[in-house]
C-alpha cells in the first residue's frame, strides 16, 4: 500500500490513541489524553501516515510515530509524565504504531524513514527509543545502535535502549 507521512493535526490525535489501543495492553498503551496533551507541548514530534488514496478529510490513519523533542539522551519514564520539560535536539520516541490489519506489509519500514525525514526538518539530531527484544533487529536495520537495557518500568515490561545520530 502506499502511504503520505505528514505531520499530525490536532484532530489525528482521537486516530492515534483508537490505534494504540489496538495494539497495545491497557498497561502501555497511552491514553488519548495523554496525546492531547502531547500535541498541545510538542506537537512537531507527531507524524502520521495515510493511504495514499484517501480522501483528505475522512482519510483513516494507518500508523503513527509520536516523539518528544527532549534534552535527554534516552527514554525513561519521565519522558512519558504529562510535565513540562526542557527541549533539546533528541526526539525521544513514545509510541510508533501501524494499524493491526496493515501491519507486516512493509509499512513500519515506510513510516520510520519518511518520519525520521520530517523530524528532521524539525531540528531533530538524534533519536532515541526503547523497544522490546524482538524489535532490536527491525530498528537496528534503520541504524539504531543498542543501548543496553533501559530504565524505563512502562506497563512493567523489559525495554532495550536504542540510539540513532542523524
Ligand atoms: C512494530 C511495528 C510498528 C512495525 O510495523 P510493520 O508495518 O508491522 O512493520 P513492517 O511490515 O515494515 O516490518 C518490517 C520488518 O520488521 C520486523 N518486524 C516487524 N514487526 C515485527 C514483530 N512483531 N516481531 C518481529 N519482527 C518484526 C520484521 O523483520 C519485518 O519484516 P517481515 O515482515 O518481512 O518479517 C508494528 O508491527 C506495530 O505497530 N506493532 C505493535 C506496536 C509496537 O510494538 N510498536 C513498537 C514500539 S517500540
Given at each position: 500500500?502506499?502511504?503520505n507521512v505528514r505531520m499530525a493535526k490536532e484532530a489525528d490525535t482521537a486516530?492515534?490513541?483508537a490505534i494504540e489501543k489496538a495494539v497495545f495492553s491497557p498497561e502501555e498503551a497511552l491514553s488519548e489524553e495523554t496525546f492531547r496533551w502531547c500535541f498541545a507541548s510538542f506537537p512537531e514530534g507527531f507524524a502520521v501516515a495515510e493511504p495514499a488514496a484517501a480522501a483528505a478529510e475522512s482519510a483513516d490513519i494507518a500508523a503513527a510515530i509520536v516523539c518528544r523533542p527532549t534534552a535527554m539522551r534516552?527514554?525513561?519514564?519521565e519522558i512519558y509524565e504529562r510535565k513540562e520539560m526542557s527541549k533539546g535536539d533528541t526526539f525521544a520516541i513514545m509510541t510508533f504504531i501501524v494499524a493491526p490489519h496493515?501491519?507486516?506489509?512493509?509499512?513500519?519500514?515506510k513510516m520510520?524513514?519518511?518520519?525520521l525525514a520530517l523530524f528532521r526538518e524539525k531540528g531533530a539530531k538524534n533519536f532515541s527509543l526503547a523497544c522490546k527484544e524482538h524489535l532490536?533487529?527491525?530498528?537496528g536495520r534503520h541504524g539504531f545502535r543498542e543501548a543496553g537495557l533501559s530504565r524505563l518500568t512502562l506497563g512493567g515490561a523489559?525495554?532495550?535502549?536504542m540510539y540513532l545520530t542523524l
Open positions: 500500500m502506499k502511504i486516530k492515534i490513541a534516552l527514554v525513561t519514564d496493515l501491519q507486516r506489509q512493509g509499512l513500519g519500514d520510520l524513514e519518511a518520519s532490536k533487529a527491525f530498528y523489559v525495554w532495550h535502549d
